[in-house]
């Protein structure tokens, strides 16, 4: 016991299942993932400036032209180049979401910091509000809203904003009353450690994992969720090289062009997918029950 109490360090207790998870090799299904991910958040920020043709440009002469060597995926209505335009059209579909996602996970992780601290009548002052929010879908939230701000892409993102960030803060609230009710932070405030050192230093830290999953698998569904409300005409307008406008400006030649909507809808679909999959990877490894399943499951 005196030996004990003369080396400290003999009572640490080593997070094993954390280093083990961390330390676990990434497989090639999660690099291609990951790679997939970090190609198309490049593309979407250099996109515009290495498209081949202006994606702008009105060409009456070359409209409704088949994929070819020069128009790798066709020309639309006017004569635009549909490639250029998908390019182009990468950072207000894709930043966009990010944007979004990474607003309203920052906006809920704050609130529900602020819920789960200040005391049962703001607490539940906070999780009605967000029930009331998270009662309707988050799609016709941002339709109200967006049509309400004016039919633009920056209206489109600032609805999404205001629609997302209750799932965000319920979610983060449960973790951070989770977390504060363990043993360590329980110990830290016996010690006095004062009340912003002990959400910073050590509540927050060990809560967001699931934020981080959430805000990862969501940039694929908001990125529908903007192109959906380009379509109808509450999100970017014409002429927007966003996806969900092109999709709509191309859908009255679905029959004899079909590639006008095809192209960027595919890129909806890929792109969705791929932060999909991204967010099921990156689950699976912050989750160490799960990682450690799939670390011993055939591959």
């Known amino acids: 016991m005196t030996d004990l109490l003369q080396r400290p ?20 299904s999660e690099l291609a993932t990951y790679g997939a991910v970090l190609v198309l958040l490049v593309l979407a920020v250099v996109g515009p400036w ?22 790798w995926l066709g020309t639309d209505g006017t004569g635009r180049d549909l490639f250029s335009r998908l390019l182009a059209g990468a950072r207000p579909s894709i930043i966009g979401a990010v944007v979004t996602v990474l607003a309203a996970a920052t906006i809920g992780v704050v609130v529900a910091a602020i819920a789960a601290t200040a005391g049962r009548v703001v607490d539940g002052i906070v999780m009605r509000i967000c029930e009331v929010v998270l009662s309707l879908p988050v799609m016709m939230t941002g339709l109200g809203l967006a049509v309400a701000l004016g039919p633009s892409q920056k209206s489109a993102v600032i609805a999404l904003i205001l629609a997302s960030w209750p799932s965000f803060a319920r979610l983060a609230r449960s973790e951070i009353r989770r977390v504060m009710v363990s043993p360590h932070v329980e110990a830290a405030q016996v010690l006095g450690v004062s009340r912003w050192r002990l959400l910073t230093k050590h509540v927050l830290p060990n809560s967001l994992d699931t934020v981080y999953v959430k805000a990862a698998m969501d940039v694929g569904g908001v990125i529908v969720i903007i192109s959906s409300l380009s379509f109808i005409g509450a999100g970017a307008q014409a002429p927007s090289a966003e996806w969900g406008a092109m999709v709509e400006s191309g859908s009255r030649f679905l029959n004899n062009a079909w590639w006008v909507t095809g192209a960027p809808g595919l890129a909806i679909l890929v792109t969705s997918a791929a932060f999909s999959l991204a967010g099921d990877a990156l689950r699976a490894r912050l989750d160490p029950m799960l990682s450690s399943s799939l670390g011993e499951a055939p591959r």
């Open 9 to 28: 360090e003999r009572l640490r207790i080593r997070p094993r299942v954390r280093r083990r998870t961390a330390r676990r090799r990434m497989t090639w």
């Open 50 to 71: 290495i498209a081949p043709h202006d994606p702008y440009l009105v060409d009456q002469r070359n409209t409704l032209l088949a994929p070819s060597g020069e128009h």
